[in-house]
């Protein structure tokens, strides 16, 4: 099984993914084979910031760093 990540463009009105000419020989991919894609997103990093869920309040746990440095 091969990764490549490629960026979904529009295509009429639905979306779609091309593999690069050298990723598809190299795999043996010719026009017109079935093959089964796996989609993860590729979240950046603006939109993770923030996400992380803690028992406990960010609050407390600037405070216990802060002690850490006295």
């Known amino acids: ?12 009105n639905s979306v779609g993914v091309a593999f690069p000419a050298d990723f598809a020989k190299k795999e043996g991919i010719r026009p017109n084979d079935s093959v089964i894609v796996s989609v993860k997103k590729v979240v950046p990093l603006r939109e993770l910031f923030g996400s992380l869920k803690t028992k406990k309040p960010t609050e407390e746990i600037m405070k216990e760093i802060r002690k850490g440095w006295d």
Do not use: L, N, S, T
């Open 1 to 12: 099984m091969a990764e490549k990540m490629v960026v979904v463009r529009k295509w009429g």
